[in-house]
């Protein structure tokens, strides 16, 4: 097996991982809105997973970088700036006091990254099949002239 093939099933756990943490916490702030949950409860239980999402993204976005996959490193930079700032300036947690007030800026955010993590999936699934068939037909000495077209 390459090694494309084996940092793409990487990155692909990864993402997996990012969805669904992102998609839970989108879970969280619905169930709050719609009193199923309560605010103390569902800023816990967000406040919990806030930060290995950061470090998860950070991660991900490293290795764009490491690989030279510069197209995904890219569009990945800006949604991990975003949390960095989020982070230096102490405003990644969401507060009980204040979680009715910011329910709906956060619910958006969350829905963006939710869009965001399902368009690198797309990406990394594509690059998966891309990479699994080039590894299985493609011997050491050819030169396949997809690979150059699947490169991002």
Same mark, same amino acid.
């Given at each position: 097996?390459?090694?494309?093939?084996?940092?793409?099933?990487?990155?692909?756990?990864?993402?997996?991982?990012?969805?669904?943490?992102?998609?839970?916490?989108?879970?969280?702030?619905?169930?709050?809105?719609?009193?199923?949950?309560?605010?103390?409860?569902?800023?816990?239980?967000?406040?919990?997973?806030?930060?290995?999402?950061?470090?998860?993204?950070?991660?991900?976005?490293?290795?764009?970088?490491?690989?030279?996959?510069?197209?995904?490193?890219?569009?990945?930079?800006?949604?991990?700036?975003?949390?960095?700032?989020?982070?230096?300036?102490?405003?990644?947690? @969401?507060?009980?006091?204040?979680?009715?007030?910011?329910?709906?800026?956060?619910?958006?955010?969350?829905?963006?990254?939710?869009?965001?993590?399902?368009?690198?999936?797309? @990406?990394? @699934?594509?690059?998966?099949?891309?990479?699994?068939?080039?590894?299985?037909?493609?011997?050491?000495?050819?030169?396949?002239?997809?690979?150059?077209?699947?490169?991002?």
């Amino acid at each position: 097996m390459s090694w494309d093939l084996i940092l793409w099933i990487i990155f692909f756990f990864i993402n997996i991982a990012l969805l669904a943490s992102t998609f839970y916490q989108i879970l969280c702030l619905s169930d709050l809105e719609a009193d199923y949950m309560n605010p103390y409860e569902s800023a816990s239980r967000i406040n919990s997973i806030v930060v290995p999402d950061f470090i998860l993204q950070g991660v991900l976005c490293i290795l764009f970088l490491l690989t030279w996959h510069w197209f995904l490193f890219l569009i990945s930079v800006p949604i991990t700036g975003y949390n960095a700032m989020l982070f230096m300036k102490q405003q990644h947690l @969401i507060y009980v006091t204040e979680v009715f007030r910011t329910l709906s800026a956060e619910k958006k955010y969350r829905v963006a990254k939710l869009a965001f993590y399902l368009l690198l999936f797309i @990406i990394v @699934i594509v690059r998966i099949l891309a990479a699994g068939s080039l590894s299985l037909y493609q011997s050491e000495e050819e030169l396949d002239i997809r690979s150059y077209f699947l490169e991002f």
